[in-house]
Structures are given as structure tokens and as C-alpha cells.
């Protein structure tokens, strides 16, 4: 599964990238971890300055990895017409134009190199729609185009693709209780019946890592809560046992 050059994990510090290190350090790979805190490397993936210099010394500490992962981002939560034209800048700029900038910062290389496999954290809001969700939904289907045009752009000596969540147990949830109302009720609408955990998207992305023959493609990894019907009523989740 794993490969003999290095990684670098994008916001390896905790939740799906912590994850993904982990991992990947049980195979025994060389894993480089780039976070605004708890990382081998600090790096915001906000400033470009910050990026160019975390890949510097990257380069410099293990050469040109073969696998870089992406799992840095923010979410948000706010209606359109009460969203700010502020928050719009920071959350595309950490989830679409961050992601971008840390891919275009590897990809060369790598191709000089002889090829290697970008994998990015999307979500399911990238192709969902959800009133209460507008910037984070704009962001993430930003950066699916993104890893469309990067795996044509890139190919063939560097696939692209990306992997997207449904909704996951990770500290981007915040102080949400996780036996409330909101959650309880992801849990009974997902397919799979639970929330899904980091080390459940965490396995996606090293399998995508390994599939020599997919580029340009977006993974959805949501235990089937996609699978739910909007056009049911609200309130009318499906029942646990299965038979909505």
C-alpha cells in the first residue's frame, strides 16, 4: 500500500489529517506534517509566504515527497445574505485557494521526479446544497474544479483527486453534542447509521493515494448520508432500523 518516498500531510496536526499520519507512520513511510500547531513544520495554509517556506524546508528535510495530502481547512455556518464579503475571503482562501497553492507547490517537483499523487479534503457540500452552508458549499466546490483541472493540467506523471466527507466526529464539530438533536439525527439519515470517524476518511484517502488508474475524480466518503432524500419531509428522519 504505502511507497518508498516521503509524504507530506497538509494539516496533519489533528482530526482526518492526524488521521492519515498515523497511518501512514504504521507502514513505516517518512511522513513530514505541516500544521499551525502540533506539525514537524508550522505553516498557514492562508499566507503564501508561509506555504513557500514549509515547502523549502520540506524539500530540504526529506527531498521531493510522492504523496501530499490535504486536510487543512475551516468550516463555516451562516446564510448568504447575512454571510460578510470578509468570511467569503477567508473561508475560500483557506479551503479552495490554500489547497491550490500547496498543490502547485509540490506538483512540479514531482513531476520531475517522476510522478507522485496529490489527495484533497473536499465534502459532500461541494455538490449538495445547503441554505445554512453557502460559503463552505462555494468553497469546496471550488476546489473540487480545481482538482479537475489539476489532474489534466499535471497528468500523466501526477493524478489529482480529492476525497469528500459527509459529516465527520472531528474537532471541526466544535462543542455540537454529539448525542443532540443535529447530530443524533445525521446519525439516523446516514446509511451506514453513525457519524463517520477521521480514521474512516483517513483509509479513503490512503486507497486513493494507491489507485494508479484514478485522476481528476472526487471520492465521496459519507457512510451513504448523501444517500437521504431531500425532498422528504423536515423532521422525518429515517428510522434507525432501515425502513424509512
Same mark, same amino acid.
Request: aromatic share 4%; net charge negative.
Given at each position: 500500500? @504505502? @511507497?518508498?518516498?516521503?509524504?507530506?500531510?497538509?494539516?496533519?496536526?489533528?482530526?482526518?489529517?492526524?488521521?492519515?499520519?498515523? =497511518?501512514?507512520?504504521?507502514?513505516?513511510? %517518512?511522513?513530514?506534517?505541516?500544521?499551525?500547531?502540533?506539525?514537524?513544520?508550522?505553516?498557514? !495554509?492562508?499566507?503564501?509566504?508561509?506555504?513557500?517556506? /514549509?515547502?523549502?524546508?520540506?524539500?530540504?528535510?526529506?527531498?521531493?515527497?510522492?504523496?501530499?495530502?490535504?486536510?487543512?481547512?475551516?468550516?463555516?455556518?451562516?446564510?448568504? @445574505?447575512?454571510?460578510? *464579503?470578509?468570511?467569503?475571503? =477567508?473561508?475560500?482562501?483557506?479551503?479552495? =485557494?490554500?489547497?491550490?497553492?500547496? &498543490?502547485?507547490?509540490?506538483?512540479?517537483?514531482?513531476? /520531475?521526479?517522476?510522478?507522485?499523487? !496529490?489527495?484533497?479534503?473536499?465534502?459532500?457540500?461541494?455538490?449538495?446544497?445547503?441554505?445554512? &452552508?453557502?460559503?463552505?458549499?462555494?468553497?469546496?466546490?471550488?476546489?473540487?474544479?480545481?482538482?479537475?483541472?489539476?489532474?489534466?493540467?499535471?497528468?500523466?506523471?501526477?493524478?489529482?483527486?480529492?476525497?469528500?466527507?459527509?459529516? +465527520?466526529?472531528?474537532?471541526?464539530?466544535?462543542?455540537?453534542?454529539?448525542?443532540?438533536?443535529?447530530?443524533?439525527?445525521?446519525?439516523?439519515?446516514?446509511?451506514?447509521?453513525?457519524?463517520? @470517524?477521521?480514521?474512516?476518511? /483517513?483509509? $479513503?484517502? #490512503? $486507497?486513493?493515494?494507491?489507485?494508479?488508474?484514478? +485522476?481528476?475524480?472526487?471520492?465521496?466518503?459519507?457512510?451513504?448520508? /448523501?444517500?437521504?432524500? *431531500?425532498?422528504?419531509? #423536515?423532521?422525518?428522519?429515517?428510522?434507525?432500523?432501515? %425502513?424509512?
Amino acid at each position: 500500500m @504505502s @511507497s518508498p518516498g516521503p509524504a507530506v500531510v497538509v494539516g496533519g496536526g489533528s482530526g482526518i489529517g492526524a488521521a492519515v499520519v498515523a =497511518r501512514l507512520r504504521s507502514y513505516g513511510d %517518512q511522513v513530514v506534517v505541516w500544521d499551525l500547531a502540533g506539525g514537524d513544520l508550522d505553516c498557514d !495554509i492562508a499566507d503564501p509566504d508561509q506555504i513557500e517556506a /514549509a515547502t523549502n524546508e520540506t524539500l530540504e528535510l526529506v527531498g521531493v515527497p510522492d504523496r501530499l495530502t490535504v486536510t487543512a481547512g475551516i468550516g463555516h455556518s451562516k446564510p448568504l @445574505s447575512e454571510a460578510g *464579503p470578509d468570511e467569503w475571503d =477567508r473561508v475560500l482562501r483557506v479551503n479552495a =485557494r490554500g489547497p491550490w497553492l500547496c &498543490m502547485r507547490a509540490f506538483a512540479p517537483a514531482m513531476s /520531475a521526479e517522476g510522478g507522485g499523487s !496529490i489527495v484533497v479534503t473536499s465534502s459532500v457540500s461541494g455538490r449538495l446544497a445547503d441554505k445554512n &452552508m453557502g460559503l463552505y458549499c462555494a468553497s469546496k466546490a471550488a476546489l473540487d474544479m480545481l482538482v479537475r483541472v489539476a489532474a489534466l493540467e499535471w497528468g500523466p506523471s501526477v493524478r489529482v483527486n480529492a476525497v469528500a466527507p459527509g459529516v +465527520t466526529d472531528t474537532p471541526m464539530l466544535g462543542g455540537a453534542r454529539r448525542e443532540g438533536s443535529w447530530l443524533s439525527g445525521v446519525a439516523l439519515r446516514t446509511a451506514l447509521g453513525r457519524l463517520g @470517524s477521521a480514521d474512516d476518511i /483517513a483509509e $479513503a484517502m #490512503i $486507497a486513493v493515494h494507491g489507485m494508479s488508474w484514478m +485522476t481528476g475524480q472526487v471520492v465521496e466518503c459519507d457512510g451513504g448520508l /448523501a444517500l437521504h432524500s *431531500p425532498i422528504e419531509p #423536515i423532521g422525518f428522519p429515517r428510522k434507525a432500523d432501515g %425502513q424509512g
